[in-house]
Antibody, heavy 122, light 114 residues
Framework: EVQMLESGGDLLQPGGSLRLSCAAS????????MSWVRQAPGKGLEWVSA????????YYAASVKGRFTISRDNSKNTLYLQMNSLRAEDTAVYYC???????????????WGQGTLVTVSS | DIVMTQSPDSLAVSLGERATINCKSS????????????LAWYQQKPRQPPKLLIY???TRESGVPDRFSGSGSGTDFTLTISSLQAEDVAVYYC??????????FGGGTKVEIK
């Protein structure tokens, strides 16, 4: 069974930093592209960042580029999101999601974690 | 970025009746070389993460009841729940994956029981 468990969410002040983790199991993690998707309170879904299975390729939404860094440790089956220079508008539940990929391309998200809440407030 | 617009924002349907949700993309998500529409639908129940329902605009994910169906092509898509059940109360989102990696979602449609 595919499982993903996020951790690291917290309450912090604007300008602060935080690292989220996502521990994965039940699938071949090193072969799977992964993403972070966030959801502000009462709002819709926003794709944040993605990383290839090897970790060689990373992608970011314009809203977080230059502030957030996605990475992975395939030896630990764990995905990370380093978040710097946090703003109030980064307040959201952050989900890790497994990408469905085929023939070298990634498409939709076939599994999601339960999410972890990040609150940025003074 | 491609913009996904859903309508209505919410709808209330009687148990056993049909629910129809629309999704419109600002650009076509039909890939001509394989004739596939790069569109997915997700269901998010209260206090739960999203769950994949449909991909390639009309292919149901394994385990999804057949009362859920997807249709449409190009820029206009529809998610239909043929006979609404109590457990279908949720927010439904469409998502395009044509313009990767900048994946975008619709704003969501909340389905309630009338």
């Amino acid at each position: 069974e595919v499982q993903m468990l996020e951790s690291g969410g917290d309450l912090l002040q604007p300008g602060g930093s935080l690292r989220l983790s996502c521990a994965a199991s039940g699938f071949t993690f090193s072969s799977s592209a992964m993403s972070w998707v966030r959801q502000a309170p009462g709002k819709g879904l926003e794709w944040v960042s993605a990383i290839s299975g090897s970790g060689d390729n990373t992608y970011y939404a314009a809203s977080v580029k230059g502030r957030f860094t996605i990475s992975r440790d395939n030896s630990k089956n764990t995905l990370y999101l380093q978040m710097n220079s946090l703003r109030a508008e980064d307040t959201a539940v952050y989900y890790c999601a497994k990408d469905f990929c085929a023939d070298g391309f990634c498409y939709f998200f076939d599994h999601w974690g339960q999410g972890t809440l990040v609150t940025v407030s003074s | 970025d491609i913009v996904m617009t859903q309508s209505p924002d919410s709808l209330a349907v009687s148990l056993g009746e049909r629910a129809t949700i629309n999704c419109k993309s600002s650009q076509s998500v039909l890939y001509s070389s394989n004739n596939k529409n790069y569109l997915a639908w997700y269901q998010q129940k209260p206090r739960q993460p999203p769950k994949l329902l449909i991909y390639w605009a009309s292919t149901r994910e394994s385990g999804v009841p057949d009362r859920f169906s997807g249709s449409g092509s190009g820029t206009d898509f529809t998610l239909t729940i043929s006979s609404l059940q109590a457990e279908d109360v949720a927010v439904y989102y469409c998502q395009q994956y044509y313009y990767t990696p900048q994946l975008t979602f619709g704003g969501g449609t909340k389905v309630e029981i009338k």
